[in-house]
């Protein structure tokens, strides 16, 4: 199938972003990959990249919303309840607190990912290593957060729920541990539901279960987002005079181009040929130099 475009998955507990991938390729027969990890005991939106999409993935950022459970009082040696525990300790907290505290996370800050994780460092990740009982050093990256809002919190099992919005590579299980630190308790994650990644919302996500009654009916085009649908960039029209250029990765010249009028230097823009897209192109002077190739294999 000569089909193109992103999937929009539920992806249940259990599951692995590898897991649900590797399903969804094998359903449907189509190169596949995903935008992002999302923790096997967490739950929510995945979005699947089929095709030539698979080559516009890391381009797919957006905002990422969660909604998650705070436990205060435990530390763990994953940050999550799934892990080894660590310390306890008493809890002294008022909602008040507890929100004014969660506030002062609010903006760019510095993350250290946590060593149960899908970052590579010198080609293994970082969970393997700590399941091998080993340590890396990890740089911390800018991360942003965007809003957080305490949605409940229960004194009685000093537990909170919280909706997080946040930037791409932002760890919700270091988040909950850091505040804890700053209250002097400790904390780690509960469960966690993402509920947006991108333009992709967990109203409109379906199991993996509903995905392959899709392809068994032949409606796969009708959950399928198409690659111009995901990426928020204009599209400019080439000459098919062009289509030599455009498939050898030459750049082409802006003045030429239909609707290239509005395009500033470096903005990126789909370049379209003959009415499809032939890959993500950028601005640079007077030409649209490609980044992403659309044409081909």
Known sequence: MNISGVVNIYKEK????????????KACGLKAGHTGTLDPQAVGVLPVCLGKATKIADYISGVKR???????????????LTGRILTEN???????VLKKTALGFLGESLQTPPMYSAVKIGGKKLYELARAGKTAERVPRTVTISHINIIEFNTMSNTAVIDVTCSKGTYVRSLCADIGRALNCGGCMGDLIRTQSGPFHISE??????????????QLSK?????????PYNAVDAPFSEKNRIVNGNPIPVNICEKSESISEGDLVFLRLNGSSAGLYKRVGSVFKPRVMLTGN
Do not use: C, H, Q, W
Not at 15 to 25: A, F, K
Not at 66 to 80: M, N, Q, S
Not at 205 to 218: A, G, H, V, W
């Open 90 to 96: 008493p809890v002294n907290v008022s909602i008040d």
């Open 223 to 231: 959950i399928l987002t198409p690659i111009e649908g995901v990426l």
């Open 14 to 25: 259990g599951y692995t972003s590898s897991d649900v991938v590797s399903v969804v390729r």
């Open 205 to 218: 996500s379906i199991t993996l279960d509903r995905f392959k009654e899709y392809i068994n009916d032949n």
């Open 66 to 80: 969660y909604r998650a459970e705070l436990k205060l009082g435990v530390t763990t040696d994953t940050d999550d």
